[in-house]
């Protein structure tokens, strides 16, 4: 998925992937200010084929976000009974209508009619009980619906998820082929920043293993260079060893599928 591993924190590393909290590498990384997450990131993140908020996988995070359709339904059923109080007029006695919308807090506040309330605080308040009375003006009403849609905004404004992520949930990938399961690889030479962030990206992304060293696990030597002697030190340490160019690795990519890597690959002159 293009990342690196590191099996020791470092001044290079952003995420500790972590199972319990208050570890001494828990603690080692809070204090250095990275991010701590859960396993789940990762999976999560490779099942939909898109890289996840990490907030939503912390330790203090929520688990789930509030659904705001409850709330919707019972502002709507509030709105429409007021409605039907004012239609009806002087057909029935005058009586308060009451509807109370659960506080997340502990702690409730009762918001007063609209005629006699204080001007609403300039910090963001809770869902809190509100009262209606059958008296109430169509231009009274009117402000009330409007306090209750500006308490949904400020809430749904509360949430640290991304709006563009929350989009992308209904988003379709298809899961990539495994093309280069059981290859090992090893990039030998000079690559350009963004050469190799890409060959890095594909090789991990089709399950193959990146090595950092020569070693006898290596199957495929990627190079941008001619033959040279290191090439035949190598081949006599390791007989199958195969040296390929990066347009073998862009070429599986562009196709989803393994091409026969002979017509890519860098031979003795």
């Not at 749904?156 to 990938?173: A, M, N, W, Y």
């Amino acid at each position: 998925m293009g990342a690196k591993y590191s099996s020791d924190w470092n001044h290079k590393c952003t995420h500790l992937i972590c199972a319990f909290p208050n570890t001494p590498k828990f603690n080692q990384v809070k204090s250095a200010g990275g991010v701590i997450v859960k396993k789940e990131w990762i999976l999560e993140s490779h099942r939909q084929q898109t890289r996840l908020p990490a907030n939503r996988y912390g330790f203090e995070s929520r688990t789930a976000l509030p659904s705001d359709s409850s709330s919707e339904e019972e502002d709507s059923e509030e709105i429409g009974s007021i409605a039907r109080k004012k239609k009806k007029g002087s057909a029935k006695p005058r009586q308060n209508v009451q509807k109370k919308i659960e506080s997340e807090s502990s702690d409730e506040e009762k918001i007063q009619p609209v005629s006699s309330r204080a001007p609403p605080s300039s910090s963001v308040p809770k869902k809190s009980k509100i009262v209606y009375d059958s008296e109430d003006t169509d231009d009274e009403i009117q402000k009330v619906i409007n306090v209750v849609s500006k308490n949904k905004q400020e809430d749904e404004g509360e949430t640290d998820v991304d709006d563009d992520v929350i989009q992308q949930d209904d988003v379709k990938f298809e899961p990539l082929p495994d093309l280069f399961t059981d290859f090992h690889f090893l990039l030998y030479g000079n690559f350009s920043e963004e050469v190799e962030r890409r060959l890095k990206r594909y090789i991990t992304a089709y399950n193959g293993v990146l090595e950092n060293y020569m070693n006898e696990k290596v199957t495929y030597v990627v190079t941008a260079s001619k033959w040279d002697d290191n090439f035949d030190k190598a081949l006599a340490d390791n007989s199958s060893l195969q040296f390929v160019k990066p347009t073998w690795i862009y070429t599986c990519h562009e196709q989803k599928k393994l091409i026969p890597h002979q017509k890519y690959a860098v031979t003795p002159q």
